[in-house]
């Protein structure tokens, strides 16, 4: 368990630095293109993964163990809210219509992060883990319905929520 916790320490540097990109680029719901754009990129220099946009910007990765198990789902939301942010921090959204005030940001680099770790991981892996990059969740029933609607929840047995 230990080694796990300094793999996970040593990914702190860059989920923070995941985090202020999706702070500095907010997008709001069902407008998320670039976010989700940023996220796939990501996904695909993991390796290990499969990558699925099956709606305009939601984004579903999937992490295949090397035995069979239960489908686990974790599912973090990536728009941000139609505010404009008043601070001078160095990563303050450039979009002055949109900002991450509720933790959407941190959500999306932590599944991120997530993401990295078990697909690095994917032969001590049993089952499959499934993230859910959910666009539209500041306007329901938004993007949780419209992937449920494009099977997105099919076969998974759990699902968590960041």
Known sequence: MSKLINEVKQMHPQIIKWRRHFHQNAELSFQEYQTSDFIEQQLKSFGNIEILRPTKTGVVAKIYGKV???TIALRADIDALPMTETND????????QAMHS???DGHTAILLG??????EK???LNGTIVCIFQHAEELPPGGA???VKAG??????EIYGL
């Open 102 to 104: 509720c933790g959407h």
């Open 68 to 70: 069979e198990g239960p």
């Open 122 to 124: 994917t032969e001590q």
């Open 152 to 157: 997105v929840m099919e076969g998974v047995d």
């Open 145 to 147: 319905a419209e992937l």
């Open 89 to 96: 921090l160095p990563f303050v959204s450039v979009n002055r």
């Open 114 to 119: 997530i993401a990295r770790l078990f697909s």
